[in-house]
């Protein structure tokens, strides 16, 4: 019983924790050949929320399925990197 005990708390201890910004939203998925407006170079797609939890998901179409699940992360959990990624 002691060792299930520890690796119970051992297992608790890895599960990762992602800090959310909400945990609702209406999203409108885009797949397209350009991005607007224009972003930075290198970006392959983008997520955009209103504070009414409203948000639009851009992604080019060269970068669709790989960058679906970065962006939607992007719905919950906001900016969490400084750099633009291409998601492959």
Known sequence: MKYLLIVAL???GCTPHYDLIRTEAFVHYKIVDELSPPQKPNVVGFTRCSDQGICEIQI???YYPE?????GRHIFEG?????????R
Do not use: Q, S, V
Request: charged share 25%; aromatic share 4%; hydrophobic share 35%.
């Open 67 to 71: 960058c679906l699940e970065h962006e």
């Open 60 to 62: 080019l179409r060269d």
């Open 10 to 12: 051992m297992l608790t």
């Open 79 to 87: 900016a969490w990197h400084d750099i633009p990624t291409t998601c």
